[in-house]
T-cell receptor, first 112, second 114 residues
Framework: DTGVSQNPRHKITKRGQNVTFRCDPI?????LYWYRQTLGQGPEFLTY????????KSRLLSDRFSAERPKGSFSTLEIQRTEQGDSAMYLC??????????FGPGTRLTVL | GEDVEQSLFLSVREGDSSVINCTYT??????LYWYKQEPGAGLQLLTY?????DMKQDQRLTVLLNKKDKHLSLRIADTQTGDSAIYFC??????????????FGQGTTLQVKP
């Protein structure tokens, strides 16, 4: 069990570009969560998957954001036409049904 | 609505006890959690308490829950420099007990002075 991994750890991009982050959950976990954390704040829920189904999306997830988990294993979070306000740490977590959420180290996005 | 509030900063001396406080708004929350975040690391679950409990103790950690006042606290006994981190309170609001969605406070930075 190597824990939840996220790639890349850091991403710097120019405003208007598209970015994609990847999350690899703990292998037997069927739930996967995405959160966003801005400086000085706690994580905010974005969306979650149970297996490959995306079951809930926060109103924070604008139409520029899309998340997928095509085979119920790894997940990707894409942000199109990035804005400076998208700069944040994007955290992924995974869990068994009803179990503890284990968090990855996060991807820090900086939009210039 | 869902809202979790914490004080932003706490400074203690090594060996003292630390008490980090949290208030939440949703009295129907089923579980309440404390997470620790160290620089460059992911969030680590420290402990949690079920809403029908008043207290939970786990080694140096004591969680107290006052449901009437919607107040949660985390006491760390014999605080060490390695306890320096940001501590987040989180609730699992009703309706999310099936999803696991968490609502976090803004975090309390604990500074432990040698």
């Amino acid at each position: 069990d190597t824990g939840v991994s996220q790639n890349p750890r850091h991403k710097i991009t120019k405003r208007g570009q598209n970015v994609t982050f990847r999350c690899d959950p703990i292998s037997e976990h069927n739930r996967l969560y995405w959160y966003r954390q801005t400086l000085g704040q706690g994580p905010e829920f974005l969306t979650y998957f149970q297996n490959e189904a995306q079951l809930e999306k926060s109103r924070l997830l604008s139409d520029r954001f899309s998340a997928e988990r095509p085979k119920g294993s790894f997940s990707t979070l894409e942000i199109q036409r990035t804005e400076q306000g998208d700069s944040a740490m994007y955290l992924c977590a995974s869990s068994r049904l009803g179990g503890e959420q284990f968090f990855g180290p996060g991807t820090r996005l900086t939009v210039l | 609505g869902e809202d979790v509030e914490q004080s932003l900063f706490l400074s203690v001396r090594e060996g003292d006890s630390s008490v980090i406080n949290c208030t939440y708004t949703d009295s129907s929350s089923t579980y309440l959690y404390w997470y620790k975040q160290e620089p460059g690391a992911g969030l680590q679950l420290l402990t949690y308490i079920f809403s029908n409990m008043d207290m939970k103790q786990d080694q140096r950690l004591t969680v107290l829950l006052n449901k009437k006042d919607k107040h949660l606290s985390l006491r760390i006994a014999d605080t060490q420099t390695g306890d320096s981190a940001i501590y987040f309170c989180a609730e699992s609001p009703p309706g999310s007990s099936n999803t696991g969605k968490l609502i976090f406070g803004q975090g309390t930075t604990l500074q432990v002075k040698p």
